[in-house]
């Protein structure tokens, strides 16, 4: 007994190096990601740090399973070289592995504000751009490279300092074996308890975060492999059931169908979906100086919504919320999940039905994030990526400068018969933030490495307007310019899980009355029904938003983050992690959510709950049945 209990000292040194290295990855976490946390307490931290110790144990368990299980075994062969390469072989492997996605997410996390999932893996494997980004990547960012690095080899230097010295030999009789076999059993039991998180009726989750800290600061007690574990495979909806449907229908429709007294506008449609352009770089959508001067100027003359979400925090969400009117709302990206052979209807299908032509152009790599297989999927007539474009203005990153990229977006669009609907998503704000070699130096710099590449964004966005207003096509068409989601912030109200989902959305006709300022709340999936009302679409149709000129609806925005729903209307935002309530925010007088009023204003918090509920089962139900579309 005596020497097994050593084998089990021997095991736990080693497992407290792990339990160390997670702790100090949480501190690095912290400490780069900073002003993400500063908001809350210094006890709320220590609590976030002291209780992150729980969802280290459990990934630890999980990840190192065959390492603790070939390191309990009771048999002699434990203290021979060979058994004992082959553990540290494993555990290097598996725990280098984990310290690479913990140190990941000390840069990463600042670009889409939680911690990874498995998700990102089957992101990276769309298209050509994750090879061509890495080594930009790894320049930027040398110095995550060396703190993992750093991490990995402390942890190989701690594994060695533990000495094993092996016992004389002692007879072992029937007895020994049997408590030795018992001491088995209990502590792999104790291991699926830690990996539960205990021994409730469901393991512990992501949004099990939410219990031991603030809703902030719920990144912080997590850990990078917890997550990911967490989220592989996880791509199935469940029918929810949360009330009748007649009931969710009166709360919220997916079915569409204006009533219009006037004809028909044949305008042409152009959406301009602008990459990483928080609200919080826009001057006119601020109390400070942005970035933006020309979409400041072009604000005044258009209708702008001051008070407009996202619906995601990646560009492989948003796309299909602009032009679909399909949220986020599931752990996977629809056009990465099981749901994205559904039938579903987008701005190009729908006005097809009128006689457009439809195109959307990308100036990145063909097939980035699986762009081109879903525009094609909904209903778009041409895909219009580098390649299309031909020429050698390559960005060395991404693909095709913005500025070069509008000038063929424009030349293409004289090409088109009208009217036209079409689409252009622009690139050059996307980290690394390239800036063409003749216009280096001519925009104005700021705390934050995108802030220049804003400006230049802007600055293209201003020649393409100045060449397409020469047009003939120009005086009759419809523009509309958004965000594919926000970009890393700089203020502290825009890091807040309200702020990070902040974003432009503006409608521009020319020559028209659609002028003016709404601090209504509107998100993407708001686009497609909007654009359809302002062109008297009088044909049946399906959107998971509402037309921000509709005065009869409850006006709001949904998004999911990390195991937990978000609504946000005109006074609130609620936060409901699929069974229950969780936290309610005042949006009037809390910039920062650091008040949960949720225990005090019951009725505000039921009355947004009814409707977010709604949303989801009748989201979840049209994605598992395929009735996006009415059948």
Not at 405 to 419: A, G, I, R, T, W
Request: glycine share 6%; proline share 4%.
């Amino acid at each position: 007994m005596h020497h097994y209990f050593y084998q089990l000292k021997i095991l736990a040194k080693r497992i407290l190096i792990l339990f160390f290295l997670y702790s100090l990855c949480r501190v690095i976490f912290f400490l780069f990601n900073y002003s993400s946390f500063s908001s809350g307490t210094l006890f709320e931290l220590s609590k976030s740090f002291l209780f992150g110790i729980k969802f280290d144990a459990s990934a630890i368990v999980i990840t190192n399973c065959l390492f603790i299980l070939l390191s309990i075994l009771p048999f002699n062969f434990f203290y021979t070289r060979l058994y004992q390469t082959i553990l540290k072989t494993i555990f290097i492997l598996v725990n280098t592995i984990c310290l690479f996605a913990n140190s990941a997410d000390f840069i990463y996390f600042r670009f889409i504000a939680k911690r990874t999932t498995a998700d990102l893996f089957r992101i990276l494997a769309l298209g050509d751009d994750t090879q061509n980004i890495i080594p930009k990547v790894l320049l930027d960012f040398w110095y995550g490279i060396l703190i993992f690095f750093f991490l990995a080899l402390l942890m190989i230097l701690l594994y060695h300092r533990i000495k094993i010295v092996k016992p004389g030999s002692v007879k072992k009789n029937i007895s020994v074996y049997l408590i030795n076999c018992l001491m088995v059993l209990i502590i792999i039991a104790a291991g699926i308890i830690i990996e539960r998180g205990g021994l409730q009726f469901k393991p512990m989750g992501i949004l099990a975060a939410t219990n031991y800290s603030t809703v902030q600061n719920a990144q912080l007690v997590l850990n990078t492999p917890f997550t990911i574990i967490k989220t592989l495979g996880k791509i199935e909806l469940t029918d929810e059931n949360y009330m009748e449907d007649a009931e969710a229908k009166k709360k919220f429709s997916l079915y569409h169908q204006y009533k219009k007294t006037e004809p028909f506008r044949k305008l042409n449609v152009v959406v301009i979906i602008l990459e990483s352009f928080s609200k919080e770089y826009i001057g006119g959508l601020n109390s400070y100086p942005g970035y933006t001067p020309f979409l400041d100027s072009l604000m005044k003359q258009g209708f702008v919504f001051t008070n407009a979400f996202a619906n995601s925090k990646k560009s492989i969400e948003g796309i299909p919320a602009v032009l679909a009117s399909i949220p986020a709302l599931m752990n996977e990206p629809y056009i990465t999940s099981a749901y994205n052979g559904n039938k579903i209807n987008s701005l190009a299908s729908l006005l097809k039905k009128k006689g457009y032509t439809s195109v959307f152009f990308h100036g990145g790599n063909n097939g980035t994030m699986g762009f081109d297989n879903f525009v094609n999927a909904a209903g778009f007539d041409f895909y219009m990526g580098r390649t299309e474009y031909g020429k050698n203005d390559y960005d060395g990153d991404w693909g095709v400068f913005d500025e070069k990229f509008y000038s063929f977006f424009v030349s293409e669009m004289n090409k088109l018969k009208q009217p036209f609907i079409t689409c252009m998503f622009s690139i050059s704000s996307h980290h690394p933030y390239p800036i063409p070699a003749e216009h280096q130096g001519k925009f104005k710099k700021g705390p934050l490495p995108i802030h220049e590449s804003i400006g230049y964004a802007d600055y293209s966005l201003k020649t393409f307007f100045e060449n397409a207003c020469g047009q003939s096509w120009y005086d009759s068409t419809l523009f509309v310019i958004t965000s594919d989601h926000t970009g890393p912030s700089d203020y502290p109200e825009y890091k807040t899980k309200k702020g990070i989902y902040e974003i432009p959305i503006i409608f521009y006709q020319p020559h028209s009355n659609l002028k003016g300022r709404s601090d209504e709340v509107v998100q993407h999936c708001d686009i497609l029904p909007t654009v359809l009302d302002l062109l008297n679409y009088d044909e049946p149709f399906s959107a998971f938003g509402n037309s921000v000129f509709d005065s009869t609806v409850t006006h709001f925005a949904a998004n999911s983050l990390s195991d937990y729903y978000q609504l946000i209307t005109q006074d609130y935002l609620l936060q409901f992690d699929g069974e229950k309530n969780v936290a309610m925010f005042s949006n009037n007088n809390d910039s920062l959510m650091m008040k949960n009023i949720l225990s005090v204003n019951h009725s505000a918090a039921e009355k947004n709950s009814l409707l977010l509920k709604s949303f989801i089962q009748q989201f979840n139900h049209a994605m598992i049945h395929n009735e996006i579309v009415k059948k």
